[in-house]
């Protein structure tokens, strides 16, 4: 994309008021570190403040409002131009055509974020809720859980208490195979089923 349309691409994901680390803007905008933080100084220079949280989780952070006009572009839309601009013989309208897929393609990548945060908050409030349930009815749950060590397993859990850490959600349980307390990070349950059998 060019130098613009990354620009605002990068505000746009500030917008939501997320703190983004250098590395991960990078890795969003496909550019390096370096042009991460030309793109902040320029930003700055128009009056754009974004705040820098030093240390090692640290990142940009934007605390002011900015208005940003909607757009709803589609991947398929830049896909599209890409036969018109390979047919395009006139030198100048090929540039303004290559110019007007990355601003498409910036608001892609925005909205497809966007729309995978919003399906990960839906999925979480629906765990979230059956969790809760369970703990105010004093009933297991069975869950399919995802663990960096053994892969998916299905357990049963007795959860006690829903707690928040780091900006995810957790469930304190005892796990009948654990045979112990644990906490399950919601994020990685990937099924959720509230059993009928009660527990003490």
């Known amino acids: ?29 496909e550019v390096s570190e370096r042009m991460i933080r030309i793109y902040k100084e320029d930003l700055d220079k128009a009056g754009i403040y974004i705040d820098s949280i030093r240390g090692p989780y640290g990142g940009y952070v934007l605390k002011q409002s900015i208005h940003i006009p909607v757009t709803k572009f589609k991947l398929e839309d830049a896909e599209l131009l890409n036969k018109y601009i390979d047919l395009e013989q006139n030198k100048e309208i090929k540039e303004k055509l290559i110019s007007l897929q990355d ?9 497809e974020q966007v729309d995978k945060k919003q399906d990960l908050k839906e999925e979480i409030g629906k765990k979230y809720n059956i ?12 869950i399919l859980y995802y663990s960096y060590g053994t892969g998916e397993n299905e357990r049963v859990i007795d959860p006690i208490e829903m707690f928040l850490f780091q900006n995810g959600w957790y469930c304190a349980a005892f796990c009948e195979m654990k045979n112990d307390m644990r906490h399950f990070e919601l994020k990685r349950i990937k099924k959720c089923e509230l059993l009928n059998e009660k527990f003490e």
């Open 1 to 29: 994309m060019s130098k613009i349309s990354n620009v605002i691409t990068m505000l746009e994901l500030l917008q939501s008021g997320r703190k983004y680390s250098i590395s991960e803007l990078s890795n969003i905008l």
């Open 131 to 142: 969790l809760t349930r369970a703990i105010k009815e004093k009933r297991k749950v069975c």
């Open 103 to 111: 601003k498409i393609k910036g608001a892609y990548i925005l909205n």
